[in-house]
């Protein structure tokens, strides 16, 4: 009987999803006019739990929004006054002639060592701990090129909040509650500022929509939570490829999803062009700091002898339909720690509409 009081609004849902996905009016055309004016929403969500671990980095959950292009600041209804000077004088994001944009973030990632149902401080384990953070990037982009400036400001410690996440979503899902978090990091602000350029190199795509494309990156962060330098890139292949900057999992500078031109897939309908694509990506970073390894920076916790130097390999697949993306991607990555038993694995989900 539930099932069948709930039945009129599951159509209603479906009805509405397929009215979006069909039949909102779509086109493309040789130019950018209609991209320019796009926002983009993005959801992120990577869980360990569909390896069937729960250990080390176990959840993180991020939502963005990227502004239409904004490359007057000066004209920009959307921009408060007092702000365009301070952006015209930021290094990397001002160069003439190229597309720029604002993103918010809120994100949250929960950290725990691997035997969650110990109480005991476990001295060669991770420590527990929580970071919840609020980002603004400037991004800066032409068909080849994508610089990204961010600012990140949160906390690390109890009002973080991750404890209670954690119990909240073991509790629904019948999961063992993890007994060791008042070992956990304690609280600090922190602010950190990160950069990263992406390039676009050997764009192909057939007559039948057959396409590939190579993405390399460089990075880099500075601040009292982490600093770190990093490189990698990520190769697609598949139909119908989107005009942005590739696939990323939860980090500084991850918001690549706004199209960059009429060409793009996601501003097509999906009675026109849907697309298809897999990718794989390779990160390393040197990392000279890292707070949820190194501990807090002013009081006494517990920490780890963190490795300097970690490697991140991603492989997934992606699916564009009317102007909505989503992917999924099984990630990789090398030990963080002297005293980590095991290489970390997780799934990443993410689901953008450009609207």
Same mark, same amino acid.
């Given at each position: 009987?539930t099932?069948?009081?709930?039945?009129p609004?599951i159509?209603?849902?479906?009805s509405? =999803?397929?009215?979006c996905?069909?039949?909102i009016?779509?086109?493309?055309?040789a130019?950018?006019d209609?991209a320019r004016?796009?926002?983009t929403?993005?959801? &992120?969500?990577?869980?360990?739990?569909?390896?069937? +671990?729960?250990?080390? &980095?176990t959840?993180?959950t991020?939502?963005s929004w990227?502004s239409?292009?904004?490359?007057?600041?000066? #004209?920009?209804?959307?921009?408060p006054?007092?702000s365009y000077?301070?952006?015209?004088n930021l290094?990397f994001?001002n160069?003439?002639?190229?597309?720029r944009?604002?993103?918010?973030s809120?994100g949250?990632n929960?950290?725990?060592?691997?035997?969650?149902e110990?109480? #005991?401080?476990i001295?060669d384990?991770?420590?527990?701990a929580g970071?919840? &953070?609020?980002a603004?990037?400037f991004?800066?982009?032409?068909?080849?090129?994508m610089d =990204?400036?961010?600012?990140?400001?949160g906390?690390?410690g109890?009002?973080?909040?991750?404890?209670?996440?954690q119990?909240v979503?073991?509790q629904w899902?019948a999961? +063992? #509650?993890?007994?060791g978090?008042?070992?956990?990091l304690?609280?600090?602000p922190?602010i950190?500022?990160?950069?990263?350029r992406k390039w676009r190199l050997?764009?192909?795509e057939c007559?039948?929509?057959?396409?590939?494309?190579?993405?390399p990156?460089?990075g880099?962060g500075?601040?009292n939570?982490?600093?770190?330098?990093?490189?990698?890139?990520?190769?697609?292949?598949g139909?119908?490829l989107?005009n #942005?900057f590739?696939?990323?999992i939860i980090?500084?500078g991850s918001d690549?999803?706004a199209p960059?031109?009429d060409?793009?897939?996601?501003?097509?309908?999906i009675?026109h062009?849907?697309?298809a694509?897999?990718?794989?990506a390779?990160?390393g970073?040197?990392?000279?700091?890292?707070?949820l390894?190194?501990g807090? =920076?002013f009081?006494d916790?517990?920490?780890?002898?963190?490795k300097h130097?970690?490697a991140c390999?991603v492989?997934?697949?992606?699916?564009?339909?009317?102007?909505f993306?989503?992917?999924y991607?099984?990630v990789?990555?090398?030990?963080?720690?002297e005293t980590?038993?095991k290489?970390?694995?997780?799934?990443a989900?993410?689901?953008?509409?450009?609207?």
């Amino acid at each position: 009987m539930t099932y069948l009081r709930r039945t009129p609004y599951i159509i209603i849902l479906l009805s509405i =999803t397929v009215w979006c996905l069909f039949f909102i009016p779509l086109r493309a055309g040789a130019d950018d006019d209609i991209a320019r004016r796009m926002g983009t929403v993005t959801l &992120y969500m990577e869980n360990d739990f569909f390896y069937k +671990t729960d250990r080390q &980095y176990t959840h993180g959950t991020k939502i963005s929004w990227i502004s239409p292009d904004l490359s007057s600041y000066r #004209d920009d209804p959307h921009m408060p006054s007092w702000s365009y000077p301070i952006i015209k004088n930021l290094p990397f994001i001002n160069d003439p002639g190229y597309q720029r944009s604002i993103s918010f973030s809120l994100g949250q990632n929960i950290y725990t060592p691997e035997e969650i149902e110990r109480s #005991d401080l476990i001295r060669d384990d991770r420590p527990y701990a929580g970071i919840t &953070y609020l980002a603004i990037g400037f991004h800066s982009k032409n068909d080849r090129r994508m610089d =990204t400036l961010e600012f990140d400001a949160g906390i690390v410690g109890p009002h973080s909040y991750a404890e209670n996440v954690q119990r909240v979503i073991h509790q629904w899902v019948a999961a +063992t #509650d993890p007994q060791g978090w008042e070992h956990q990091l304690n609280d600090e602000p922190f602010i950190n500022m990160f950069f990263e350029r992406k390039w676009r190199l050997f764009r192909e795509e057939c007559s039948g929509g057959l396409g590939f494309d190579f993405i390399p990156h460089i990075g880099a962060g500075i601040g009292n939570a982490f600093t770190l330098a990093s490189t990698g890139g990520e190769l697609r292949l598949g139909w119908h490829l989107p005009n #942005d900057f590739g696939t990323y999992i939860i980090t500084p500078g991850s918001d690549n999803n706004a199209p960059l031109d009429d060409a793009d897939s996601k501003l097509y309908s999906i009675l026109h062009r849907a697309g298809a694509h897999f990718f794989f990506a390779v990160n390393g970073s040197a990392v000279a700091r890292n707070i949820l390894l190194d501990g807090n =920076t002013f009081r006494d916790s517990h920490s780890v002898d963190k490795k300097h130097f970690v490697a991140c390999f991603v492989g997934g697949i992606g699916f564009m339909a009317g102007r909505f993306k989503i992917t999924y991607s099984h990630v990789y990555q090398t030990k963080e720690f002297e005293t980590q038993e095991k290489e970390q694995q997780y799934g990443a989900i993410s689901l953008s509409r450009t609207f």
